[in-house]
C-alpha cells in the first residue's frame, strides 16, 4: 500500500509475541489465518498440517478440486496466531476498485491489503491516493530494507 510496508510488518511481526502473524477471517466459513500472512522459519513444526495440505480432503470445494491450504492448517494456525493490524483481507471485494471504495473500505492503518485480482488498486495508488498526504505512494523511492527479507520475518537476514 505504501513504501516501507515490509519494516511495518516486521516491526508488529516481532511485537506481537506470537509464531504467525495475519488476518484471522471469521466471516467466510470457520476462522483461519489467511495464506497471505507470516510464518514463522519452524512452521513445519509449529504447523504440520501446512506441510501436508496435499493429502487434505476434498471439503470445501468438492471432489478433485482439494481443499485451501489455510482452511485446512486452520487447527494449528490460529491458536498460534497474532491478529494483524497491518496486514487486511476482504474477500471478494468488487472490481474495480475506485479511489472512494478504497478510502471507506480499507484501513490507513494497513500496509499490505489481499484480494484485488485486477491490479486496480495499484492504479488507484499510483495516481495518488492517501490518507496521509506528507507521503507519496507507489513508485515512491524505496527506503531502505530492514535486515529481514519478506517471508523470512522469523529469522534476520543480511
Not at 18 to 29: A, M, N, S
Not at 61 to 74: E, K, L, N, P, S
Amino acid at each position: 500500500m505504501r513504501p516501507g510496508w515490509r519494516a511495518e510488518i516486521f516491526e508488529e511481526y516481532h511485537t506481537a509475541g506470537k509464531p504467525f502473524l495475519g488476518v484471522i477471517e471469521r466471516k467466510h466459513g470457520f476462522a483461519h489465518l489467511i495464506g497471505c500472512s507470516v510464518y514463522p522459519p519452524d512452521w513445519r513444526t509449529r504447523a504440520p498440517l501446512l506441510a501436508n495440505v496435499l493429502q487434505a480432503p476434498d471439503l470445501l470445494f468438492g471432489a478433485g478440486r482439494g481443499q485451501a491450504f489455510d482452511t485446512y492448517a486452520a487447527p494449528e494456525t490460529v491458536p498460534q496466531a497474532a491478529e494483524s493490524k497491518r496486514i487486511a483481507q476482504i474477500w471478494q471485494p468488487p472490481l474495480p476498485f475506485s479511489p472512494a471504495w478504497m478510502l471507506k473500505s480499507i484501513s490507513s492503518d494497513v500496509a499490505l491489503f489481499h484480494q484485488c485480482k485486477d491490479a486496480s488498486a495499484i492504479a488507484v495508488l499510483r495516481a495518488g491516493l492517501s490518507r496521509n498526504k506528507t507521503a507519496p505512494l507507489l513508485g515512491a523511492q524505496r527506503p531502505a530494507a530492514p535486515h529481514a527479507t519478506a517471508g523470512a520475518f522469523g529469522r534476520a537476514r543480511s
